[in-house]
């Protein structure tokens, strides 16, 4: 498992964009798929992202099939970010799923990534680096 540094904190929390956020997910036969989301990304603890389902159709049945997902966050000002991949568990009830729904009503499911590894999207010679 990987955990969330303080500089990952930090970025996730005050340094993005927030409209900048990706899920990248597959179908189980690998077909790909990418979905922006913004509404909602919050830090579970320091080995766990969440982010909110609003009408992410695709996104939410690959998950169900293949729960290996990858989660992109840039600053496209400063063209720094994360990449976290792990594996993802969809949350239909409970707390996560409130607070979701108390910034976005049209929050259908939360999606919780137990992050496995973080790697660098910044631009130049570090991108792609695995960090954790």
């Keep these: 498992?990987?955990?969330?540094?303080?500089?990952?904190?930090e970025f996730i929390e005050k340094g993005r964009d927030p409209t900048m956020v990706f899920v990248a997910t597959a179908s189980?036969?690998?077909?790909?798929?990418v979905?922006?989301?913004?509404?909602?990304?919050?830090?579970?603890?320091?080995?766990?992202l969440a982010y909110a389902d609003v009408y992410s159709k695709k996104t939410f049945e690959n998950v169900k099939e293949n729960p290996q997902v990858a989660i992109g966050i840039v600053n496209v000002k400063t063209y720094k970010g994360y990449q976290f991949k792990?594996?993802?568990?969809?949350v239909e009830v409970g707390p996560l799923l409130?607070?979701?729904?108390?910034?976005n009503p049209q929050v259908r499911t939360v999606t919780k990534v137990k992050l496995?590894?973080?790697?660098?999207?910044?631009?130049?010679?570090?991108?792609g680096?695995?960090?954790v």
């Design 86 to 90: 792990g594996k993802a568990e969809v």
């Design 35 to 48: 979905s922006a989301k913004g509404t909602f990304i919050h830090i579970v603890d320091d080995e766990t």
């Design 28 to 33: 189980k036969q690998g077909i790909p798929n």
């Design 1 to 9: 498992m990987a955990k969330l540094t303080a500089a990952m904190r």
């Design 98 to 103: 409130e607070a979701a729904e108390a910034q």
């Design 116 to 127: 496995q590894e973080v790697y660098l999207m910044d631009y130049g010679p570090e991108a």
């Design 129 to 131: 680096k695995k960090v």
